[in-house]
């Protein structure tokens, strides 16, 4: 498991979940695999009852299974729930897409475009991880610009789900460039203000993961619900 630093007044109950989240994105903590709580416990240097009370947490969204008396185990990845994800961030992130071509100032376009620059230096040193937390700022960005940051928080507990499919997703650089792509693309629609096209390219860039459904399976038949 990767371990980061715990942030300055964060709780433990917070880095507990924060680290256990990001572990199981990345498939630091792989699908269908048991977890001891007290080896997270020991692994992060916090105490039992954060480490518990953050997988209790995982659990309501589906991303960890807790067994009294057997343990707990990072769910198998359940495709109707990446799908519902998908489903949901798709259906917002048209409409703050249209908000943000209304919106968005010379400023907020310059930090997309400097996101994009970070995301073009992660791709050229190989950096998947990096990569991937730059790909999630620039979304994040695009609420923040529409000023819908507590819709971002709501639909945030169901993209873990979403999310383990799309790191499953970048396991070759052209992938990565696609993605990449899209991207400044997504910029380019903002800067002539033109919503429709800016709609069509969310929606392309959002449903890339269908296309490699069997392929993902194929690679990691263990991962997934049968």
Same mark, same amino acid.
């Given at each position: 498991?990767?371990?980061?630093?715990?942030?300055?007044?964060?709780?433990?109950?917070?880095?507990?979940?924060?680290? $256990?989240?990001?572990?199981?994105?990345?498939?630091?903590?792989?699908?269908?695999?048991?977890?001891?709580?007290?080896?997270?416990?020991?692994?992060?240097?916090?105490?039992?009852?954060?480490?518990?009370?953050? $997988?209790?947490?995982?659990?309501?969204?589906?991303?960890?299974?807790?067994?009294?008396?057997?343990?707990?185990?990072?769910?198998?990845?359940?495709?109707?729930?990446?799908?519902?994800?998908?489903?949901?961030?798709?259906?917002?992130?048209?409409?703050?897409?249209?908000?943000?071509?209304?919106?968005?100032?010379?400023?907020?376009?310059?930090?997309?475009?400097?996101?994009?620059? $970070?995301?073009?230096?992660?791709?050229?040193?190989?950096?998947?991880?990096?990569?991937?937390?730059?790909?999630?700022?620039?979304?994040?960005?695009?609420?923040?610009?529409?000023?819908?940051?507590?819709?971002?928080?709501?639909?945030?507990?169901?993209?873990?789900?979403?999310?383990?499919?799309?790191?499953?997703?970048?396991?070759?650089?052209?992938?990565?460039?696609?993605?990449?792509?899209?991207?400044?693309?997504?910029?380019?629609?903002?800067?002539?203000?033109?919503?429709?096209?800016?709609?069509?390219?969310?929606?392309?860039?959002?449903?890339?993961?269908?296309?490699?459904?069997?392929?993902?399976?194929?690679?990691?038949?263990?991962?997934?619900?049968?």
């Amino acid at each position: 498991m990767e371990v980061t630093a715990r942030r300055a007044k964060e709780t433990a109950r917070d880095y507990a979940f924060r680290t $256990l989240r990001k572990n199981i994105v990345m498939l630091k903590l792989a699908p269908g695999s048991m977890v001891s709580e007290k080896e997270l416990a020991v692994e992060m240097g916090i105490s039992r009852t954060p480490t518990r009370e953050a $997988l209790i947490e995982l659990s309501k969204s589906q991303i960890v299974d807790i067994f009294p008396q057997k343990g707990s185990y990072i769910s198998k990845i359940d495709y109707s729930l990446v799908d519902e994800a998908r489903f949901m961030r798709l259906v917002l992130e048209k409409a703050v897409i249209e908000l943000v071509c209304e919106l968005a100032t010379e400023e907020d376009l310059n930090e997309l475009e400097h996101n994009i620059s $970070l995301q073009q230096f992660y791709v050229d040193s190989d950096t998947t991880g990096k990569f991937f937390q730059m790909d999630n700022d620039f979304h994040e960005k695009l609420f923040i610009i529409a000023n819908k940051m507590q819709v971002y928080h709501l639909m945030d507990s169901m993209m873990i789900h979403f999310d383990r499919v799309r790191m499953m997703r970048l396991h070759t650089d052209k992938e990565v460039i696609e993605l990449l792509d899209d991207h400044k693309d997504i910029v380019a629609a903002i800067r002539k203000r033109d919503k429709e096209e800016a709609s069509e390219l969310m929606t392309k860039h959002l449903s890339r993961y269908k296309v490699d459904e069997e392929l993902i399976r194929r690679e990691h038949p263990d991962y997934f619900i049968k």
